[in-house]
């Protein structure tokens, strides 16, 4: 009873390789899409499209208009609005402490979370082929185990525990080359995003200097009372037109 006991427990544990198995593949392919659609929320799609979105941005900061930019930018969940949203939030701080302040916020909470999920699909790669030896191994005592405990072994009692060794192996194999290649694609996603993200915030800081120039020199409460009195006056025509 104890040899067909230890048997049983060589092949229960060899065989519950596959479920660890498709575990870590699952929790890696979940970290790898988690990423990929992080990437594409936090960037623009096209060089062309954050220029276009500069281009107005840059506009209204060189003429310190920063609550045009915040309406603009508001609800928009890409990294540059964001921000930007930030850094004229806290402009009063003065620009070098504004722009530390939105640069801690994006390694914190864009770029910290992107590489803390990455961590887990490195584990994955590295834990499937460790898993998928560790049953190689039981697979292999189970073999000898029925060779050691018989006086005439059937081959086809013997396959099944050398199939399990060979499968795991090759599953844990199956699923760290494919996570590599998708690692490989995104950590490139993820430098084209960093890409687009510095050569929007040069422009960025460049214009906001100006606007807060601006800001401190007082020019900008003139400029704020004559847009609004031109807003008044087209009220007013509006309802003369009526």
């Given amino acids: 009873m104890f040899f067909f006991a230890a048997a049983d427990l060589y092949t229960l544990i060899s065989n519950s390789t596959y479920g660890a198995l498709a575990i870590v593949a699952l929790w890696g392919l979940y970290q790898i899409v988690i990423v990929w659609t992080r990437v594409a929320h936090k960037r623009f799609k096209t060089e062309e499209q954050q220029d276009e979105f500069m281009d107005d941005c840059e ?44 640069m801690d916020r994006f390694q914190r909470d864009v770029m910290s979370d992107l590489e803390y999920r990455l961590s887990w699909v490195s584990t994955v790669i590295k834990s499937a082929p460790m898993i998928g030896l560790f049953g190689t191994v039981f697979g292999m005592m189970g073999a000898f185990k029925t060779l050691a405990t018989a006086e005439s072994v059937e081959p086809s009692l013997l396959a099944g525990d050398i199939q399990v060794a060979l499968v795991t192996t090759a599953s844990g194999l199956a699923i760290a080359i494919p996570l590599m290649i998708l690692i490989a694609t995104v950590n490139i996603r993820i430098a084209k995003m960093e890409d687009l993200v510095g050569s929007g915030l040069v422009r960025f800081f460049e214009a906001f200097k100006v606007g807060l120039g601006l800001e401190e020199s007082g020019q900008v409460p003139a400029r704020a009372a004559q847009a609004v009195a031109v807003e008044e006056a087209e009220v007013q025509e509006a309802t003369l037109a009526e």
């Fill in 59 to 102: 506009q209204m900061l060189k003429v310190a208009d920063f609550e045009g930019v915040e309406q603009y930018c508001e609800g928009d969940t890409r990294a540059i609005p964001q921000m930007m949203h930030m850094a004229i939030d806290n402009r009063h701080e003065g620009f070098r402490r504004a722009r530390q302040i939105m």
